[in-house]
């Protein structure tokens, strides 16, 4: 089992930025991709960004290109979310998953385990 949970989300002005960090504890060794998902009020969980086991390798959604980076430190078991130039349609709910196999990184569906989220709000 792995264990997974955030920290680092609240309420900052448009512009702003965040960084989120998503601690896993437990069966660590078994973790490939990491990601991060978000979650608006009424709104489907959305892909936001996803690194590999290594952490060489990193992907994005367009809404957020250039914008966050998604970074892991593998010896702290730590991922992270650095939100820059946040905007106020970031504001959302922000969960952190882990795969324990590499499949399509950008569905929900295919990690094994879940944070319980933490709230990020974008005031305009």
């Known amino acids: 089992q792995v264990q997974l949970v955030e920290s680092g989300g609240g309420l900052v002005q448009a512009g702003g930025s965040l960084r989120l960090s998503c601690a896993a504890s437990?069966?660590?060794?078994?973790?490939?991709?990491m990601a991060w998902f978000r979650q608006a009020p009424g709104k489907e969980r959305d892909f936001v960004a996803a690194?590999?086991?290594?952490?060489?390798?990193?992907y994005n959604a367009g809404s957020v290109k250039g914008r966050f980076t998604i970074s892991r430190d593998n010896a702290k078991n730590t991922m992270y979310l650095q939100m820059n130039s946040l905007k106020p349609e970031d504001t959302a709910v922000y969960y952190c998953?882990?795969?324990?196999?590499?499949?399509?990184?950008?569905?929900?569906?295919?990690?094994?385990?879940w944070g319980q989220g933490t709230q990020v709000t974008v005031s305009s």
């Open positions: 998953a882990a795969d324990q196999t590499t499949r399509q990184f950008y569905v929900p569906g295919n990690y094994d385990y």
């Open positions: 690194i590999t086991r290594s952490g060489s390798s990193t």
């Open positions: 437990g069966r660590t060794s078994s973790i490939y991709n």
